[in-house]
T-cell receptor
């Protein structure tokens, strides 16, 4: 069965510093991979997705992620953190029928 | 385009009571999902509908949870009777496979507290 692992439930980053959130997946077939963001009391919003095209994927709000098959990873990065990036971030994998398996999430805190 | 609508946004009930949640997906989206998100965890799929048919309900606790999607549009998720461990946010999502988009669009969720 497909699954994703996100380490470190809380991530603190200084404003202007690099944001790096790690995601490793387990899948028996080529996966589709997603990063979602969730702001307080809101639903999930798609940041970006990998669906077997370019391995470097650019998303909204300056985020990007790189699919590395050899490392079974899909880490999310943003060069410079803004206060507005404070939220919870979820990595998810899909193998078929568009059913998503989510990681436990990373709560990002941005320090002024 | 209107997003996925859910109601109520918040609900507090006592254990052993019943509760129902409503979801209206994006117009034209044939696939609808219900997820349960317990505090500190990622969403877990409960049930997936394609039009008004169930595609996957393997993780739905069928002794207490039920869901329906009459006419292939709106959906209702019910819990009867509720337990303390059902306290969570219940998210509804929809997608349109026909576009090849693979994105699921989420509603704001219903936060259930069982006391």
């Amino acid at each position: 069965a497909q699954s994703v692992t996100q380490l470190g439930s809380h991530v603190s980053v200084s404003e202007g510093a690099l944001v790096l959130l790690r995601c490793n997946y387990s899948s028996s077939v080529p996966p589709y991979l997603f990063w979602y963001v969730q702001y307080p009391n809101q639903g999930l919003q798609l940041l970006l997705k990998y669906t077997s095209a370019a391995t470097l994927v650019k998303g909204i709000n300056g985020f990007e992620a790189e699919f590395k098959k050899s490392e079974t990873s899909f880490h999310l990065t943003k060069p410079s953190a803004h206060m507005s990036d404070a939220a919870e971030y979820f990595c998810a994998v899909s193998q078929g029928n568009n059913r998503l398996a989510f990681g436990k999430g990373n709560q990002v805190v941005v320090i002024p | 385009e209107a997003g996925v609508a859910q109601s109520p946004r918040y609900k507090i009930i006592e254990k052993r009571q019943s509760v129902a949640f409503w979801c209206n997906p994006i117009s034209g989206h044939a696939t609808l999902y219900w997820y349960q998100q317990i505090l500190g965890q990622g969403p877990k799929l409960l049930i997936q509908f394609q039009n008004n048919g169930v595609v996957d309900d393997s993780q739905l606790p069928k002794d207490r949870f039920s869901a329906e999607r009459l006419k292939g549009v709106d959906s209702t998720l019910k819990i009867q009777p509720a337990k303390l461990e059902d306290s969570a946010v219940y998210l509804c999502a929809s997608t349109d496979f026909g576009t090849g988009n693979y994105e699921q669009y989420f509603g704001p969720g219903t936060r259930l507290t069982v006391t």
